[in-house]
């Protein structure tokens, strides 16, 4: 199964600082079985992701994982530009990532990542430390299978 991951940062993008997050993301899922090209790094802003993200699902991803702009900062607009692209919100998800974020440093409740259903493909916007990668990705994998299956017409059990 194919996935993708999209790294949203400004200074990354510019090659300021090196993405150390979409690549543990892409590692974790390669590690998971799924087919993952290298991360995809694009500046902050709700039109840049909007547009990775539309290119990622064209592409055939059936799981994105974003890493980055999830914070309050001026321009943190991944979950903006991933409401975008989403047909329907998965709540659940972003709730548990926040909540594990929040018990390993207060900052974590300040992520405002979204997760969502985008035709038959599963969207995650997760943090962009690879600390916040390396805990948020277990919450993804967990349930990424299942949430897939479902999306293909696959039974409820």
Do not use: C, F, W
Request: aromatic letters at 0%; a negative charge.
């Amino acid at each position: 199964m194919r996935a993708a991951v999209i790294t949203v940062s400004d200074r990354s993008a510019a090659g300021a600082r090196a993405d150390l997050a979409g690549p543990a993301a892409v590692s974790a899922l390669r590690e998971a079985g799924y087919t993952a090209a290298d991360a995809v790094v694009v500046p902050d802003g709700a039109e840049n992701v909007e547009g990775a993200l539309r290119a990622a699902l064209a592409a055939g991803a059936r799981l994105v994982v974003t890493t980055g702009g999830t914070g309050i900062a001026p321009r943190d607009r991944t979950p903006e530009g991933t409401a975008r692209v989403i047909d329907r919100e998965v709540p659940g998800i972003g709730e548990e990532l926040r909540r594990r974020g929040a018990a390993e440093a207060p900052g974590g409740l300040l992520s405002r990542g979204i997760a969502g259903v985008a035709d038959d493909a599963l969207v995650v916007n997760l943090p962009g430390s690879p600390k916040a990668v390396a805990s948020g990705m277990p919450v993804v994998l967990a349930v990424a299978g299942h949430a897939l299956g479902q999306l293909g017409g696959a039974d409820h059990g």
